[in-house]
């Protein structure tokens, strides 16, 4: 029997800026359209037992929507009689790619608007159609009304406009409620994540991060903060309570976030469970799934399984749905073998469905009816997993880290990253001297506490474009100087500074002719390739032990070259995709040739005449291997336009 773990994750950022009436944003429309309230839909359809995690700042800004605290800007901006071309582009960057690319209406709005062409009857399709794409196809077929938009086309009238808000006001103000109903009959588990989503063990002491297996220059600043933990789980707890009527008993920390200080601080609340990653353990090589551990005793820690949470999150977006979840419920059954285990997979609920094929449309209703349906699988929650009797182990100190590993390099160590820390850790700790101070302090602690998301970190850390990390930091601004301005201090010039400029370059320097041979000849025969790291390429939970390190690419006058940096030689095939669909597919086991040599690294050599790329060029790599695929880069293709470099020469 495997006892069937499953948590999907929920998060967004708290977008709102300090004191704002109104959220210039699209992405909580969007993601309550085509995430929360239809997978909330799906699971009162089929009864699948499983735990829903919804963080708090994702829940307050749902709740400020719904009861009219806050106008959200995406909806008044498709009932705005105004062309808002400002706000059309901040929403549409704001939509992720794939959704945009989806309809043949949408692309054709969006390039006569980027033409400067569009027309007024057009300008209001646009709006619409940005709020369309934004339904999943499981609500659109539960929902008629969008379904006879969708049938219409064009030629929107202001009544429409007005009813699609209507229709999304209602959603709005159903989907906590529908989340609820579902946690109140027992069918699902709700858990959460402490209050802005910190990193837990960086607020306790930013020093740990010199403690675990990073490389990068720790911050030497003094932020030990331990009480601004608790209050983000008081938040939590007591914010996800009241929001769904019963007792939360687990908590998912921000990005499985972990260390013997946190445990030690969770153990001090009344919670049952929490959730980490495997690779805490994996140095141990302790067994996850035939022992149930605690902290001390006090709480459960479940362990994801990586290989599975990453089946759903990345593996089965190129599969046919109903096979991937064929797939997906036949590897479940056969991972207990003959015994009783606990499958524990956690994941981020939102990004994968986007790159499914229909949507996570088929492939979630048919893995829950499967797993429902099959004798030797049985669906549970988190709260029924930690009373199951299986034998028990108790944890007294275990590594500091997340789900990235045991470091916490995607939030700490990164110079960009570094001083927003030493902006904070002064932010704090001229707010520690109004500790006395009850009304101001608890007023300017919020806004620590807020500050203390670990989105802005992220952002200052990973390869990003600049316009996501410009918001981010945009916020990040706002909310330090609010509390300077509420102190009645002068804002330090450090935090309005501008944003720095560290993207790395995703084009190529200057022309390549690398030796295909499966080696690095010398330095310099890629140096004037593009190279990235791609693990940075994942912003949300990434795939475990990636089997490759680096990809590089580049060109001269007759070739585009791609190498890939492999730790082991273990794909059956590499398959290079151009956009357009024009595909290269090479053998992971073929001698060398022209072409391709694999040794010490992958290297590929494909003529441009084979391509028919002339100017503009966007590929991906997709690596088969062990039954599985990864596609680089996850998302979308990279993007660059070729250049005569001869022409740049100078002496």
């Not at 709006?127 to 539960?142: G, I």
């Not at 990003?464 to 330090?480: G, V």
Request: hydrophobic share 40%; aromatic share 14%.
């Amino acid at each position: 029997m495997t006892y069937l773990n499953l948590c999907w994750h929920f998060h967004q950022p708290y977008y709102l800026q300090p004191e704002a009436g109104i959220l210039e944003s699209s992405i909580i429309t969007f993601r309550v359209l085509y995430n929360y309230y239809p997978m909330a839909l799906l699971l009162k359809k089929t009864g699948a037992r499983l735990t829903c995690n919804l963080t708090p700042s994702l829940i307050l800004q749902i709740q400020k929507i719904s009861n009219g605290e806050i106008v959200d800007g995406f909806q008044e901006m498709l009932v705005s009689e105004t062309d808002d071309n400002d706000r059309i582009r901040v929403f549409l960057d704001e939509l992720p790619p794939r959704i945009k690319e989806r309809n043949d209406i949408l692309r054709f709005l969006i390039k006569r608007f980027q033409s400067g062409e569009i027309s007024k009857s057009e300008i209001f399709d646009l709006k619409m159609w940005m709020h369309l794409s934004c339904v999943h196809p499981f609500l659109l077929s539960e929902e008629r009304f969008f379904s006879e938009l969708y049938e219409k086309g064009i030629g929107f009238s202001k009544k429409d406009r007005d009813m699609v808000v209507a229709c999304e006001k209602k959603i709005f103000s159903g989907v906590l409620a529908l989340f609820r109903e579902l946690f109140e009959s027992g069918s699902i588990e709700i858990s959460t994540t402490p209050g802005y989503h910190p990193i837990m063990p960086l607020v306790c002491d930013a020093a740990v991060a010199s403690t675990t297996k990073t490389s990068l220059k720790i911050p030497d600043i003094d932020f030990r903060y331990p009480d601004d933990v608790r209050q983000h789980i008081n938040m939590g707890l007591n914010l996800a309570s009241s929001i769904f009527g019963r007792n939360i008993d687990g908590i998912w920390p921000a990005e499985g976030s972990i260390s013997n200080q946190v445990l030690d601080i969770l153990g001090e609340f009344n919670i049952g469970w929490v959730g980490a990653d495997q690779q805490i353990l994996s140095e141990s090589m302790e067994e996850i799934s035939s022992v149930i551990y605690t902290w001390k005793d006090l709480f459960v820690i479940f362990f994801r399984n990586h290989e599975f949470s990453d089946r759903i999150g990345f593996i089965y977006q190129s599969w046919d749905e109903a096979n991937a979840a064929a797939d997906i419920v036949k590897r479940i059954e056969e991972f207990s073998g003959n015994q009783e285990k606990i499958l524990t997979i956690i994941l981020d609920g939102e990004n994968p469905w986007e790159w499914y094929r229909n949507e996570g449309k088929i492939f979630l209703n048919e893995f829950y009816l499967r797993a429902l349906s099959n004798s030797n699988i049985k669906m549970i929650t988190f709260s029924e997993a930690k009373n199951l009797n299986f034998n028990r182990k108790a944890l007294s100190s275990i590594p500091a880290g997340s789900w990235m590993g045991l470091h916490f390099d995607n939030w700490i160590g990164k110079p960009d990253a570094n001083r927003l820390w030493q902006i904070l850790a002064d932010a704090r700790k001229t707010v520690q001297q109004y500790a006395g101070n009850s009304p101001l302090y608890e007023s300017l602690m919020k806004l620590i506490l807020m500050a203390e998301c670990s989105d802005f970190f992220w952002w200052m850390s990973v390869p990003a474009d600049k316009k996501t990390r410009a918001k981010f930091y945009s916020l990040f601004q706002l909310i330090l100087s609010d509390i300077y301005k509420k102190a009645g201090l002068a804002v330090p010039e450090n935090i309005m500074e501008e944003m720095p400029v560290s993207e790395i370059p995703r084009e190529p320097v200057a022309f390549i002719s690398p030796v295909i041979d499966g080696k690095i000849t010398n330095f310099f025969e890629w140096s004037g390739a593009c190279e990235i790291e791609i693990k940075h390429l994942w912003t949300a939970f990434q795939p475990f032990q990636l089997p490759v390190g680096k990809i590089a690419y580049g060109y001269d006058k007759e070739n585009f070259y791609v190498r890939i940096d492999i730790r082991e030689k273990i794909f059956s095939s590499i398959i290079i995709e151009f956009k357009g669909k024009k595909t290269f597919s090479f053998s992971g086991t073929q001698a060398a040739s022209e072409d391709i040599a694999i040794d010490e690294c992958i290297e590929i050599k494909i003529p441009w005449e084979k391509t028919g790329k002339t100017d503009g060029v966007g590929f991906l790599i997709r690596l088969l291997f062990n039954g599985s695929e990864i596609v680089i880069p996850p998302a979308g293709f990279f993007v660059f336009g070729r250049k005569n470099f001869d022409e740049d020469w100078q002496v």
